[in-house]
């Protein structure tokens, strides 16, 4: 994971531009395009953190997940390297699979994840610092639209690794998720759950 230190103070520090034989000083915008313009060169399917993503993507789809959609976002962002989103339809499922994709993380990678929100808020992050999954009710995700907002990145295929879904196949596709988003707020206590 990339960790990025923050600064009170707008002053360059020396390690930047003139004093580290550069032309000049950068900004955090010029630090953050270097790190961007550093990103991997090599295709997704070759990136060494897609065993990663697999085992997440089973582990939720083991517990029924609907519509797993994973795009590395690394020419985009400093913050992650993989966005990975994913549907569930109840509360207790979507903390089963939270629950398990947390336990498949740590018996086949060594890592532990830190959750953020809850089953009841509607959306469950998942922070494992270089991925960030997030689980979450079908009206959630269609109102927030992450697929949409990381639309740059580079998408993976994840339909090797999931359960079709009817006789179409388990693809994900923005247009599904605009039925969820109907109603979504209309006069219901939580506009998330239904």
């Known amino acids: 994971s990339s960790s990025s230190s923050s600064s009170s103070s707008s002053s360059p520090s020396p390690t930047d531009g003139a004093a580290a034989g550069g032309e000049g000083t950068k900004d955090a915008y010029g630090r953050f395009a270097d790190r961007v313009a550093d990103a991997p060169e090599f295709a997704v399917g070759e990136d060494p953190l897609l065993p990663t993503i697999e085992t997440i993507v089973r582990a939720a789809d083991m517990r029924k997940a609907s519509d797993i959609f994973a795009t590395r976002v690394t020419k985009l962002t400093t913050a992650m390297e993989f966005l990975v989103v994913m549907a569930g339809n109840s509360r207790p499922q979507n903390q089963a699979i939270a629950f ?35 689980i979450m009710t079908p009206k959630s995700r269609a109102y927030y639209r992450l697929e949409k907002k990381w639309e740059a990145g580079d998408e993976v295929d994840v ?4 359960t079709p879904d009817g006789p179409e196949g388990g693809g994900f596709s923005l247009g599904a998720l605009g039925d969820a988003a109907e109603g979504a707020g209309e006069d219901e206590e939580d506009p998330f759950w239904s």
Do not use: C, K
């Open 100 to 134: 398990h994709v947390r336990e498949r993380m740590r018996e086949e990678h060594g890592r532990e994840g830190e959750q953020q929100g809850t089953a009841d808020s509607g959306w469950i992050l998942l922070d494992f610092g270089d991925v960030l999954v997030n």
């Open 159 to 162: 339909s090797p690794w999931v």
